[in-house]
């Protein structure tokens, strides 16, 4: 572990557009320039001098990136300024894809949600991260803004490599779309922490599952793992597994299986790469039942 220490000095400057952001960032050297969303993990590593920024660029005054919007094909928008605690209390949140409260309420206590954005949870590049293993299971798509203009990338394919994402030199994320929920469908986020959610994520696992018309055979299964590999991953070849079938303890299990061998999990202080291993088979099992059950449960209820 390494020890918090006071702020190192820093210039702080409020751009009042996402302009000015992009401005500042594509003019900067590299590592001079830290973006500042809620702070809750950028802070600490600062302190920990992981991070020794000249320039910090508060983003609270882009009050534009603050929303959570239904659009006219039934898809959700997310602003980049999000907090955790809107998409916890957000009728459209739960309207549409309630697995994005759930795993929001996991995410520390009161204080921290309402300071912390969706897309700084994202943006930081921590495989632990919460949010983007749930995001990634719904089919999330991230924008990216710069004075070049704008371009979306599939959440999916946001995160190369440790602590990096796609974004280039002077590109910010401002969005976070999700496509309309298909019937039948639904999505569930298991973590495993030392102390409730307070504590950093050991494991956490996505599961989002749609099911045919008869409400039991699994038409589509997505997964996704926090913490389990050297980024967020998506266990694409475990989701093929129960495709088209109806769920069943040995299904389960194979697919929990081919969920280890796709991930890559780490021993640390906090967990062996063995303990992880278990986790991500207990967890996936779990996970995929609760939203298989919440999926067949709204038989009757789609519009």
């Not at 702070?39 to 508060?58: F, S, Y």
């Amino acid at each position: 572990m390494t020890y918090l220490r006071r702020l190192p000095r820093f210039e702080f400057v409020s751009p009042a557009s996402v302009a000015e952001v992009c401005e500042l960032a594509a003019q900067a050297a590299d590592g001079e320039v830290m973006l500042l969303a809620g702070g809750t993990d950028a802070i600490l590593q600062m302190r920990r001098r992981e991070r020794t920024p000249r320039q910090v660029v508060g983003l609270k005054a882009l009050r534009e990136l603050d929303f959570v919007r239904e659009q006219a094909d039934g898809s959700l928008a997310l602003g980049a300024m999000t907090t955790l605690q809107t998409l916890l209390t957000s009728p459209l949140v739960k309207k549409h894809y309630d697995v994005l409260a759930e795993t929001a309420g996991q995410i520390g206590g009161p204080e921290l949600r309402n300071v912390a954005t969706i897309g700084g949870n994202v943006a930081g590049a921590l495989p632990c991260a919460d949010m983007p293993p749930a995001l990634m299971t719904l089919g999330a798509r991230v924008k990216l803004a710069s004075k070049g203009g704008e371009r979306w990338v599939p959440l999916d394919e946001f995160f190369p490599e440790f602590g990096r994402t796609v974004a280039a030199k002077g590109e910010l994320v401002t969005e976070i779309a999700l496509p309309k929920a298909p019937p039948l469908s639904a999505g569930c986020y298991f973590k495993y922490h030392d102390r409730h959610s307070m504590d950093m994520t050991v494991v956490g696992v996505a599961a989002f599952v749609a099911l045919e018309a008869d409400a039991r055979t699994i038409r589509e299964l997505r997964l996704a793992y926090a913490n389990s590999a050297p980024t967020v991953v998506r266990a694409r070849a475990a989701e093929g597994v129960l495709k088209g079938k109806a769920l069943t303890e040995a299904g389960l299990a194979a697919t929990a299986e081919a969920a280890v061998h796709a991930c890559s999990p780490r021993t640390s202080w906090r967990a062996n790469r063995e303990y992880r291993e278990e986790l991500i088979r207990n967890l996936t099992r779990r996970a995929i039942r609760q939203a298989t059950q919440k999926a067949a449960a709204r038989k009757g209820a789609q519009p």
